[in-house]
T-cell receptor, first 114, second 113 residues
Framework: NAGVMQNPRHLVRRRGQEARLRCSPM?????VYWYRQLPEEGLKFMVY????????ESGMPKERFSAEFPKEGPSILRIQQVVRGDSAAYFC????????????FGDGTRLSIL | QQQVKQSPQSLIVQKGGISIINCAYE??????FPWYQQFPGKGPALLIA?????SEKKEGRFTISFNKSAKQFSLHIMDSQPGDSATYFC????????????FGEGTQLTVNP
């Protein structure tokens, strides 16, 4: 998983707080994907971004969740007013151009909600 | 139609044995089928992948068999080793439409010494 950097690796929040998860793609990659992995389950697609543009957000919950990938800096997945059900591992993957595989994954952020 | 079904959920194999994990899909537009290996606390790492123009792909001890008509594909791990103990995920995507991966539920493989 060298190259895709996610931080923090672990994040603890109380119910109602905000969580910000950051992802820096591999060098030269301009496309970022976010996936969520609930305990004992596979990864579920959330959102796909290109710099300054959301390509596909069909997997994002309608409320409280947002994502951005600015021209400069990492991609951010933001969860407002967290609830216990948001506890999961959130993984970011990157690819160099639209439609090109494979996607390279980071080691994830483990979000725990107290 | 976007689901990928994976089985078994867990698998225990003796060292030196063959591990076989199966996946089935519905969406005939899928055109790229990777397998990922995940160790605890780590992200998924690409193991091997296949496109539907071939029926088999082999890389070292890992082989993907692909049956387009049955919409099934499988991972075979030959000469399984304790270091192969991990969770394995199959996935599928339409490369030309943005490439969101649809994952199977995962198989927890344990290789006993």
């Amino acid at each position: 998983n060298a190259g895709v950097m996610q931080n923090p690796r672990h994040l603890v929040r109380r119910r109602g707080q905000e969580a910000r998860l950051r992802c820096s793609p591999m060098k030269g990659h301009s496309h970022v994907y976010w996936y969520r992995q609930l305990p004992e389950e596979g990864l579920k697609f959330m959102v796909y971004l290109q710099k300054e543009n959301i390509i596909d957000e069909s997997g994002m919950p309608k409320e409280r969740f947002s994502a951005e990938f600015p021209k400069e800096g990492p991609s951010i997945l933001r969860i407002q007013q967290v609830v216990r059900g948001d506890s999961a591992a959130y993984f970011c993957a990157s690819s160099p151009v639209l439609g090109v595989q494979p996607q390279h994954f980071g080691d994830g952020t483990r979000l725990s909600i107290l | 139609q976007q689901q990928v079904k994976q089985s078994p959920q867990s698998l225990i194999v003796q060292k030196g044995g063959i591990s076989i994990i199966n996946c089935a899909y519905e969406n005939t537009a899928f055109d790229y089928f990777p397998w990922y290996q995940q160790f605890p606390g780590k992200g998924p790492a690409l193991l091997i992948a296949i496109r539907p123009d071939v029926s088999e792909k082999k890389e070292g001890r890992f082989t993907i068999s692909f049956n387009k008509s049955a919409k099934q594909f499988s991972l075979h791990i030959m000469d399984s080793q304790p270091g192969d103990s991990a969770t394995y995920f199959c996935a599928a995507t339409e490369e030309t439409s943005g490439s969101r991966l649809t994952f199977g539920e995962g198989t927890q493989l344990t290789v006993n010494p």
